[in-house]
Nanobody, 115 residues
Framework: VQLAESGGGLVQAGGSLRLSCAAS????????MGWYRQAPGKERELVAA???????TYGTSVKGRFSISRNVYKTAWYLQMSSLTPEDTALYYC??????????WGQGTQVTVSS
């Protein structure tokens, strides 16, 4: 499975941004799809995840502000980010779990929130 993010960029605090992840390959085997982020000097953290039945999980710091969604084919998923703050500045990674709990990662897309 190959993952490719798009949609990152520079946005002012309070603004919104939508990230997209395009997946190719054996996407039918995916059991979990989501987003992680890593800010400079910090560990990579879960932002949001979604499983095929539609259930979602969010990191504590983004609950109520971010929303994850996906298409029914599991070939694309999205992260709608609202009320962004400078603390949301990070490299955002698209992530998926496939057969045998194998992890797949995208290259990352930079999100920068200016104050």
């Amino acid at each position: 499975v190959q993952l490719a993010e798009s949609g990152g960029g520079l946005v002012q605090a309070g603004g919104s941004l939508r990230l997209s992840c395009a997946a190719s390959g054996l996407t039918g085997t995916l059991t979990r799809m989501g987003w992680y982020r890593q800010a400079p000097g910090k560990e990579r953290e879960l932002v949001a995840a979604i499983i095929p039945n539609g259930s979602t999980t969010y990191g504590t710091s983004v609950k109520g502000r971010f929303s994850i969604s996906r298409n029914v084919y599991k070939t694309a998923w999205y992260l709608q980010m609202s009320s962004l703050t400078p603390e949301d500045t990070a490299l955002y990674y698209c992530h998926a779990v496939g057969r045998g709990r194998r992890d797949f990662w995208g290259q990352g897309t930079q999100v920068t929130v200016s104050s």
